[in-house]
């Protein structure tokens, strides 16, 4: 039985999330304990427990211990079958943060999967967006032999919720390794920037718009698509996702989601910002992505390796687990102004 201990390293949500999925993968009886122990509100939250539900239906698992709250858990996973899925958070809580739980464990299912998840959000804090998965995360599996398919059906925003996205992921007999060496040279930025029935305040053009104005200042211009959304009636809201693509490859994404009080033009210019941190040092993943893409380079064939900009808690957290559940190595070695990531073959 794999055991962890959820108050080590980043004590967060994505101990839990990971340990799960690769519990599922290898077909290994979990027993996790101290959930989200290091956050104000330790324990299963309504998008945790929908998540390890939604895993455990993935792979008919026997549970125990999946109750909102609860900070021990026992998952005991059969064999992942595929088919069609339901889920449903019941509030804001992250949609993106559930398809991360669940992704790795669909991509080695016996058939494919066709996921549904609704009232969630797709675009929250403390959340990559719904489209920075659509347009950089998924795109870099892609290249890693992962067929995934992401439809946006309404887009959900704090506090209600009530998103509602649908996924399609294809069997994959084995992950390719990522080699991502050189960043190159930046081919085009682009952009997504979407409102929720803000179109007569012109939300989503104004977050363009400054977004534009801060980039052009650093000698750069986006082709920001703009997305008037009428999908959701309950709910409010707007994000706006950059992303610059290289002819070596690389992605690097930025997001921002609006708020409350919260200028458009402050959106896009946070975006614009996050993203020019990112070109200016010149990695192969964003700081974000790096992370993410831990579990499927530890799954993978041979060796992988990507620069990023900072070691981020969520990034040395995703290492140790996967080092711990799986017998893999990797590599955390400073380059410059960067750090290289090593998964030895």
Known sequence: MIEIDGSKKSGSGTILRLSVALAAIIGQPLHIYNIRQNRPQPGLRPQHLEAVLTAAKLCDAELEGAKLNSRELWFKPRSVKGGKVEAEIG???SIPMLLMTVL???????????LHVSKGGTDVQHSPTINYMR???????KRMGLNIALTVRKYGYYPK????????VEPCKSIQALRLDNFGKIRAIKGVSVCTFLAERKVAERQAKAANGYLK????TADIRIVN?????????????????TDTGVILGADA???LRKASEAVGREAAEKLYAEISTKPTVDVHLADMLIPYVALAKGKSVYKTRTISDHLETNIWLAEKTLDVRFGVEKVG???KIERFG
Request: aromatic content about 10%; some cysteine; proline content about 5%.
């Open 91 to 93: 509030t804001a809580g």
């Open 104 to 114: 790795p464990i669909c991509a080695f299912a016996e058939d494919a999967v066709d």
């Open 135 to 141: 347009y950089v995360f998924l795109p870099t599996l």
């Open 161 to 168: 919720g009530m998103g509602e996205v649908t996924l399609t």
């Open 217 to 220: 200042r650093k000698d750069y």
């Open 229 to 245: 959304d009428k999908s959701n009636p309950m709910q409010k809201g707007s994000s706006l996702v950059l992303w610059a693509e």
């Open 257 to 259: 989601i609006g708020e």
């Open 337 to 339: 102004e960067l750090y």
